[in-house]
């Protein structure tokens, strides 16, 4: 079994009356892709934040290949190797989509501003492995458009793919990931659905919150669902579908008819799962 990276233990961040996330525990292992699910207003992001030092938890722990980083600060943390994308875009428009990529390999180089100033020549070797790895990641997300062009006349779902390839030049660990199929079409879902599996091919742990449910139940190797800032469940994407405490959540209404369809499913897949052994066999 790989080792774990994130162990995440009675995570809670309240903001006023309203307790945001209530006692939330997870870990996380090498290569693994795990999903957060949950209705709007579950805790999702807010457990993002506190993970990546946005915010501070009144109480729990937060270890990242064990070390403690629950008080860390953003910057800290993502220097231990936690990379992270946003719900809304985060490029800088003007720039072009290399130089995008390039900002996020700056944090590994070394050289100053005596460097800068002078273009030693430790500079000019840093500017060219700049380059050059921003190039590697570009191709491993699959940007084939102009490179030196503005990102923002770049389609939205390559802008998106821009993003995630500035996360990857930090050479991170575990890359968390806020809704990236929000606005995409059908085909560019597909495209992610690959690039997911492609970085955790890499080894890199994948954390992402998200609202698309085909796409969740197919990536994901396990997956957390929140509501109302707790943890109702924590398992395998057949484990979650067939979650009567899932079915409830997201359908926010407690009756017997929630809970029968719920052993129903169950039982399906039960009776899949027995079929499908049966012809390994």
Known sequence: ?????????????????????????????????????????A?????????????????????????????????????????RTFQN?????????????????????RQNAFDAILHTPRYRRSEQLATDESNKWLDFVGIKSDRTAQVRNLPYGEQRRVEIARALAREPQMLLLDEPAAGLNHGEKEELLALLR??????????????????????????????????????????IRANPDVIEAYLGVEDSSVRD?????????QDESTSDEGGQL
Do not use: W
């Open 261 to 269: 369809e719920a052993e129903r499913i169950a039982a399906t897949a």
């Open 89 to 109: 875009l985060r490029l800088f428009g003007e720039l072009t989509v290399l130089d995008n990529v390039r900002a996020g390999t700056h944090v590994r180089l």
């Open 198 to 239: 492609r970085i955790s091919g890499l080894g890199i742990a994948v954390v992402l919150i998200e609202h698309d449910m085909g796409l969740v139940m197919e990536v994901s190797d396990r997956i957390v669902v929140l509501s109302y800032g707790k943890e109702i469940a924590d398992g395998t994407p057949a484990e």
């Open 1 to 41: 079994m790989s080792a774990v990276v994130l162990d995440v233990k009675g995570l809670s961040v309240a903001f006023g009356g309203v307790q945001a996330v209530d006692g939330l525990t997870f870990q996380v292992r090498e290569g693994e892709v795990l999903s957060v699910i949950g209705p709007n207003g």
């Open 43 to 83: 805790g999702k992001t807010s457990a993002f934040n506190c993970i990546t030092g946005f915010y501070k938890p009144q109480s729990g722990q937060v270890a990242f290949k064990g070390d403690d980083i629950t008080a860390g600060r953003p910057a800290n943390i993502a220097a231990k190797g936690i990379a």
